[in-house]
């Protein structure tokens, strides 16, 4: 029997094989079908399983990440949102919070976005809880009756709940939600205590409303691979990769879609932690370089860093993600020269469609795929033979850059090179310098079908070796599917100061939530022996704007006291921030992690070789561009290569999903499973 996890990128669609009892693995990639996703899931299934030589019906599992959340906020294309507010509250999303973006002064330029549920669908409801859940005024029946069935007869096709401190007692969002449903079960009602149960009205707000936005854009899409899955008579359970790595049943995804918007960038930090662990560097940097840009993660000690908040094009979404920075940075990315005369590399892509130049599908653009067939870099074909590059476009459309900054091609090319390198090394200082961590004292990963080729420059500037190469790393996003587990948590705000608080209450408090994990667990099938349940609580010092997530253990607060969480977060504060304060410590939310074990084979360990990697050259005599002239820069065959195997740099590495760049100066040794691990020459 096999699984079967589908990665879905802006380029394209990545789709991973693993055989369920020898635990190998096979990836290959085909285009995305960007007007309807569940198209290119189903070709790139049945293409794997014919590469394969499998029959589709072995299929048990089928592990799929998915932006259309994602993109339909980005996009602009969700669906028209009525929203429900404590009366006197219509204006929430409006006033929002007095945030501008960097750099000084770009608030003169920034545009506000429009709130994505109108305020035309705004409507109040007579209500007040208080902040500690006591009921202040009743609800009016008849009054919200009337609200609801108006904004229905105007075409509202998603609506939200979302009162001002039902985060304390949801009484009147559930009786408000069974009144929307009595007028028409067909329109999808979300509240916000399902969404997040915590204070700050604005985020939870905000965060309840973009799940409606997006909440029938992604039912349909859900019901069309359903549709097109019982067509070709698979029967397997499909799971959607939550934002944080875990994985969340067909159901949940249509009802919680807001847990989805990282949903592809986190299956490559989940994959580059599993084999960070692996090679023996718990401390990697992952880079996921792809068509259109670059997904920046660190895992420090073999745990990926998860945020409580993340951003939506401009929208903050409080909602658990793991730690990505993303930039406008791939191998799509457009070359131009401004007014200023400076080169510049992206944001804007040529995508997938028409591409770069080089594709010969239309693209005239100048982009740094273009620069690395120029450059010798990137061998005439990709994908295997699949798709083969044409040199010569690639050279007309990086002349458009030479003539205008009056040098070279090879010069223009080196120079968009070297651009996007220094643009994704910024990425890698956000997630580790400015959180406190030395990037000299990690690894980086790269992946993506673009990652390889600039992996070990990005090594160079940061000083982060070994570079890690895994074996499939344009489709390792969805490698990392298959290692994800099921996952979900429930929260509540409990603000309390440590010193008002004893060690018991906090423990019974936790428990509780605790125990609603448990019984979602059992939900979702997940035997007992497979469950675990972890716990957090966000900690910021007293009165403090911001607060910090911490690990906590019952056991160890029942053992130790409260001043086991003070000690930790004074700690990671420092770390973060540079200082701690001697003032009180304020606990505001606190949360239970439920973690479902997914069975996952491990990867086969391979045979061992020599040295001696000249029997996997393929081509001994190609050219490559490096310090100002052409040097002979052998390409290799990775299916060729064994372990203990090294390659001297320069040289090029190919296979069906990625091309690797080793850089003169540097050693490949292959490891014993497989992954390149580049260093530099003592």
């Not at 309840?208 to 859900?222: A, W």
């Not at 990769?241 to 875990?246: L, Q």
């Not at 570079?467 to 489709?475: D, K, L, Q, S």
């Amino acid at each position: 029997m096999y699984r079967v996890a589908v990665d879905v990128g802006g380029t394209f669609t990545d789709i991973v094989l693993q055989n369920e009892e020898t635990g190998e693995i096979y990836g290959t990639k085909t285009p995305s079908t960007t007007q309807d996703q569940s198209i290119g899931l189903m070709n790139g299934i049945k293409k794997v399983c014919e590469e394969c030589n499998v029959d589709i019906s072995e299929i048990r599992s089928i592990i799929h990440g998915t932006t259309v959340a994602t993109n339909a906020v980005l996009e602009g294309k969700g669906s028209k949102v009525g929203l429900i507010t404590t009366e006197g509250f219509e204006q929430i999303l409006h006033v929002a919070r007095s945030w501008t973006p960097a750099p000084i002064s770009a608030w003169m330029g920034f545009l506000k976005p429009e709130p994505l549920a109108d305020l035309i669908y705004t409507r109040g409801a007579k209500e007040r809880m208080t902040a500690t859940g006591d009921v202040y005024t009743e609800l009016d029946v008849e009054d919200i009756h009337n609200k609801i069935s108006d904004l229905y007869e105007q075409g509202v096709e998603s609506l939200t709940i979302s009162l001002l401190n039902s985060y304390a007692n949801p009484l009147h969002e559930l009786q408000i939600k069974e009144i929307a449903e009595s007028i028409n079960p067909t329109i999808p009602v979300t509240i916000s205590h399902d969404i997040l149960p915590e204070f700050r009205e604005y985020e939870r707000t905000l965060t309840t409303v973009m799940n409606s936005y997006v909440r029938p854009p992604m039912q349909r899409y859900l019901n069309n691979i359903l549709t097109k899955i019982q067509a070709e008579d698979i029967n397997s359970r499909v799971s959607i990769v939550r934002s944080d790595g875990g994985l969340m049943s067909v159901p949940a995804a249509s009802s919680r879609p807001v847990h989805t918007m990282l949903s592809g960038p986190s299956g490559g930090v989940t994959a580059s932690a599993m084999i960070g662990v692996q090679t023996g560097y718990r401390n990697v940097i992952s880079f996921d370089m792809g068509g259109t840009s670059t997904d920046v993660s660190l895992t420090y000690d073999g745990n990926p860093r998860v945020s409580r908040e993340t951003k939506v094009g401009v929208f903050p979404v409080k909602a658990p993600s793991l730690e990505v920075v993303s930039i406008g940075a791939g191998g799509g990315s457009i070359a131009h020269v401004p007014l200023t005369g400076a080169l510049r590399v992206g944001p804007q892509s040529a995508g997938s469609e028409p591409g770069p130049a080089c594709y010969d599908r239309g693209g005239e653009e100048p982009t740094v795929t273009d620069a690395n067939v120029v450059l010798g870099y990137l061998p005439p074909s990709l994908v295997g033979g699949e798709i083969k590059l044409n040199v010569d476009n690639a050279k007309a459309a990086i002349r458009k850059i030479a003539e205008k900054l009056n040098i070279d091609i090879y010069k223009a090319a080196k120079g968009i090179y070297d651009i996007v390198n220094e643009n994704m090394y910024g990425a890698t200082r956000v997630v580790s310098v400015e959180k406190g961590y030395d990037p000299r004292e990690f690894s980086v990963l790269a992946l993506g079908g673009a990652g390889p080729l600039h992996a070990n420059a990005i090594g160079k500037l940061s000083g982060s070796f070994p570079v890690i190469i895994p074996p499939t790393p344009g489709v390792l996003s969805a490698l990392g599917f298959l290692q994800s587990v099921i996952r979900n948590e429930y929260s509540k705000t409990f603000i309390h100061t440590l010193d008002q608080l004893d060690s018991q209450t906090l423990v019974s408090e936790l428990t509780a939530l605790g125990d609603e994990c448990n019984d979602w667990l059992g939900q979702e099938s997940v035997a007992e022996s497979d469950r675990t349940i972890k716990y957090e609580v966000d900690v910021r010092y007293y009165r403090q704007g911001h607060e910090i997530p911490i690990d906590i253990q019952i056991s160890k607060i029942m053992e130790s006291g409260l001043v086991s969480i003070k000690n930790r977060f004074d700690q990671i504060h420092e770390q973060t921030y540079g200082f701690k304060m001697e003032t009180e410590v304020e606990i505001v939310n606190i949360r239970a992690v439920a973690i479902g074990k997914v069975s996952s084979p491990e990867l086969p360990i391979n045979e061992a070789g020599d040295e001696d990697a000249t029997h996997a050259i393929i081509d001994r005599d190609h050219q490559a561009y490096f310090d100002g002239q052409f040097v002979k820069t052998p390409i290799y065959d990775r299916n060729l290569l064994k372990r203990n195997n090294k390659i001297f740099g320069p040289a090029i590495v190919t296979q069906k999903d990625s091309t690797t760049l080793v850089l003169p100066g540097n050693i490949a040794e292959v490891d014993e499973h497989m992954n390149l691990l580049i260093k530099e020459e003592v």
